[in-house]
């Protein structure tokens, strides 16, 4: 079973940029949440999305944002970029409306703003 | 939503048990309580999860005392690669209100 896939594995953007980020989840997992790990630093919550629907939201401005589309996949987009943006975003999937089996992380889509 | 509160960083010799507690005093009770490892430059991986009493699996137990205002994750006999982050959530996983990582405790395990 394929795990958690997340793309790219890195980018590279300028200040000022725009920068969309991709996961696909588990099959059989409706809910993506969304986590920023800055270096050294813990995770943050950024979103949760299930069965199409942004469900919770992070203590993030909105040029953070994102969307699930009909197959369970999901984009982050990240506007007009900071270079304190610059951190490892990490995607993770869980089956509807829960954790019970807890999230499966993928590898992560190294941001680095310059 | 329960904060969790841990040691920063622990170190451990090889072959020993390592022990590290997680307190959330303000635990719900819908709230299951679940523990992650991760190593530098990849996402967390699930450990362990439980609600009350004692969950023991191939990796670790999780001892949760009756009041559940804390919990203990144990790993035996702990190797060179169990260096890593270990992070303790609590939350209600039916509504998916589990989001929320603490600090982490760094464990170093020394030769």
């Known amino acids: 079973e394929a795990g958690v896939t997340q793309s790219p594995t890195h980018l590279i953007k300028t200040r000022g940029q725009q920068a969309t980020l991709r996961c696909s989840p588990i099959?059989?997992?409706?809910?993506v949440y969304w986590y920023q790990q800055a270096l050294g630093l813990g995770l943050q919550f950024l979103l949760w999305y299930d069965e199409g629907e942004e469900r919770n939201r992070g203590n993030f401005p909105p040029r953070f944002s994102g969307r699930q589309f009909p197959n369970y996949s999901s984009e982050l987009n990240v506007n007009a970029l900071e270079l304190e943006d610059s951190a490892l975003y990490l995607c993770?999937?869980?089956?509807?409306?829960?954790?019970?089996?807890?999230?499966?992380f993928g590898s992560g889509t190294r941001l680095t703003v310059v | 939503l329960a904060k969790t509160t841990q040691p920063i960083s622990m170190d451990s010799y090889e072959g020993q048990e390592v022990n590290i507690t997680c307190s959330h005093n303000?635990?719900?009770?819908?709230?299951?309580i679940t523990w992650y490892q991760q190593f530098p430059s990849q996402g967390p991986r699930f450990i362990i999860q439980g609600y009350k009493t004692k969950v023991t699996n191939e990796v670790a137990s999780l001892f949760i005392p009756a009041d559940r205002k804390s919990s203990t994750l144990s790993l035996p006999r702990v190797s060179l690669s169990d260096t890593a982050v270990y992070y303790c959530?609590?939350?209600?996983?039916?509504?998916?209100?589990?989001?929320?990582f603490g600090t982490g405790t760094s464990l170093t395990v020394i030769p």
């Open positions: 099959s059989g997992h409706t809910s």
């Open positions: 959530l609590v939350g209600d996983t039916n509504t998916g209100n589990q989001f929320y």
């Open positions: 993770a999937s869980s089956q509807t409306g829960g954790a019970y089996y807890g999230y499966t």
């Open positions: 303000n635990i719900a009770t819908n709230d299951y």
